[in-house]
């Protein structure tokens, strides 16, 4: 990340520092600048809040920055391919550009959840700084250098819901055979405290749950699941999100097409992602609670949360996932390594720092 903010400043440096032309302007040359044409594919249907919007503003973003001389065309799901595509199909260069979600693709490497999401993990904050300071950023783009691509940050949900059931969960027993959409390493937690996790593109969930193919969803939170609509299907929202309590989602580049771009715009594509990955997150910590409060007060939801014990077993067999998944290669332990040493450093100054001011603050007063 530092080498492109320091290439930045030097893009805006040389241009302050171009010769004036005798009349007092800036001095050009005659050859117009190239203009790359690039294509960006992405997980979710384009106009869903925040998750569908965010590329089409780093799109507009990079545009402005390059002058022009960047020009993105947003595809949302389904548009040129499906949601759980993008990953190939920009590793091919069918697109140059792709945003989703890195646990998507542990079938094909099994250490991406932990540049995703892990259950009972890194709050999005947390995640932002060991991708950025801890060493994950280049942990990520060995793992995914194989294939063709660059990953880097492309916003942040923050703490999730977990999600909208058709029916009251008050115990274990009530998760048992309940056909979930759910990704992820959430999804083997889930199918193995009895649920049957499914795996689903965005676009196609609202009318499995119509339907009754699906008794359960996890999406995001308020802001997106009400766009979504799936108040209208299912009766009763539960929180929190254990399965996905900061959840990253990834912009990924063609490797091929972005080295073979000129620094300036290698920079500015990357800044755009920073751009994104910050205001993603501020979007939905600044909508959820309106929308929240929308979903209850107007369209009558009915907010839970999940029993006591039911969340101390989904976190007792997490960790067991997670120590599994740890233990699945060399690469994945050092990732893991990394990874959880991280947490327990940041968990332990959260603990004396934003957890007890959280606790301060919910105090009752006299």
């Known amino acids: 990340m530092h080498k492109w903010l320091s290439v930045i400043v030097l893009i805006l440096l040389a241009a302050c520092s171009e010769a004036p032309t005798s009349s007092g302007g800036v001095a050009t040359t005659s050859e117009p600048q190239r203009v790359y044409e690039w294509k960006m594919i992405t997980s979710w ?42 990953f190939d199909a920009v590793s091919q260069g069918v697109a140059e550009i792709g945003h989703t979600g890195a646990y998507y693709w542990q079938g094909k490497i099994p250490a991406t959840p932990f540049f995703s999401s892990i259950p009972f993990g890194m709050t999005g904050g947390e995640m932002n700084a060991w991708l950025a300071y801890g060493g994950g950023n280049e942990l990520w783009r060995e793992i995914y250098a194989p294939f063709n691509l660059i990953p880097a940050r492309g916003g942040n949900s923050g703490t999730q819901m977990f999600g909208w059931f058709n029916k009251e969960i008050n115990s274990l027993a009530d ?26 593109q965005v676009s196609d969930v609202f009318t499995a749950l119509q339907t009754g193919a699906l ?3 996890e999406f995001v939170s308020p802001y997106n699941d009400l766009a979504a609509g799936y108040h209208t299907v299912a009766k009763y929202y539960y929180y929190p999100g254990w399965h996905e309590p900061g959840s990253t989602l990834e ?39 309106e929308a929240l409060r929308v979903l209850v007060e107007e369209h009558n939801v009915q907010l839970r949360k999940l029993p006591d014990d039911v969340l101390a077993e989904l976190h007792r067999i997490s960790n067991d996932v997670v120590a599994e998944l740890a233990a699945t290669d060399a690469t994945t332990k050092r990732i893991y390594d990394s990874w959880n040493a991280f947490r327990e450093g940041v968990g332990s100054y959260h603990g004396i720092a934003e957890d007890a001011l959280v606790e301060a603050r919910n105090l009752p007063l006299n």
């Open 45 to 86: 249907p384009k106009n869903l809040p925040a998750l569908g919007t965010s590329p089409v503003h780093f799109a507009e973003i990079v545009d402005k920055m390059s002058n022009g001389r960047m020009k993105i065309r947003v595809y949302g799901a389904n548009e040129l391919v499906g949601g759980l595509e993008v």
């Open 175 to 200: 998760l048992q055979g309940l056909k979930m959409r759910i990704p992820g390493l959430g999804g083997e937690v889930f199918s193995r405290a009895g649920g049957t996790p499914v795996t689903m």
């Open 215 to 217: 008794d359960a969803t």
């Open 251 to 289: 912009t990924i580049f063609n490797k091929s097409a972005f080295e073979a771009l000129p620094e300036d715009l290698q920079a500015i594509l990357m800044a755009g992602t920073e751009v994104m990955n910050q205001l993603l997150l501020d979007e939905l910590t600044a909508k959820n609670n």
